[in-house]
C-alpha cells in the first residue's frame, strides 16, 4: 500500500436507480493504492451496477466516488485514462485477427502500440501462437484473453474486472492471477466481482460483500500461504 497516494476507488454513499428500482442504496467503501479486492454476493446485489459507476459508465444518481481523486462525474475523461473495464463481453470483433483487434482498440483510445508491443502483450495472454488467427476461430476462453489483452496495452492504475475467470481454464485463470499480482507490484489496484470464494482468498487482500445494493460485509479474506 502506498501511503502517499491517494485512495484507488473512494465511494461515498453512491446510490443509484433504473426507474423505480434502486440497484444501489448508498454504497460506501475505499479501496487503497497496491490493494486487490474482491466484490461479492448474490446475483442482482448491485456489484456490476456500482462497477460501472466506478468506471463512468453509468453516472450515480447520489453520492459521490473518486478514482485515484479524480471525480468519476465532474473529471470523466481523467477516470478513464486510469481505469480499465473488463465485463462479460468481450468487446472483440470475430472478422479480425488477435492482432488486429488490438491495434484497432488502441487506436480507438486515441494511442498507437508498436508492432513488439501488441506482441509482448499477447504473449502475457497467452496467445502468441494466434496472433494472426481470425477471432471467429478460437475459442470462448482464448477470446475473453483478446479481451484482457486489450486492457493491458494501456497503462492504467486501475483494473475492474467482472467475473474474469468465466471461460479459462486453468492456464488463463493463472495469467489473469498473475496480472492482478503485477499490478499491486507497481502500486495499481483492483476489484473482483468473483464468485469463487477460494479464489478470492487466495488472490485478493480482502472483500466487499454487497446484498440488495448495499455493503453488508467487508473483511479480511484467510490468506493460504505460498507453497
Known sequence: MQLDSP?????????HRFGAKWALRGVSMRVSAGEIVALVGRNGSGKTTLMRVIATALRPTRGAARVFGHDVTADPSAVRELTALVGHATGVYTDLTAEENLRFAIRMAGEEATAARISEVLERVGLAHEARARVRELSAGQQRRIGLA???LRPVRLLLLDEP??????????VV????????????????????AERARRVTDRSVRLDAGAV???????KVANG
Request: proline share 4%; glycine share 8%.
Open 165 to 174: 475467470y468465466t471461460s479459462f481454464d486453468d492456464e488463463g485463470q493463472a
Open 216 to 222: 453488508v460485509e467487508a473483511h479480511a479474506p484467510r
Open 177 to 196: 492471477d498473475r496480472e492482478l499480482a503485477a499490478l499491486r507490484a507497481r502500486g495499481g489496484a483492483a476489484i473482483v466481482i468473483t464468485h469463487d
Open 7 to 15: 485512495p484507488a476507488v473512494d465511494c461515498a454513499g453512491i446510490a
Open 150 to 152: 486489450r486492457v493491458l
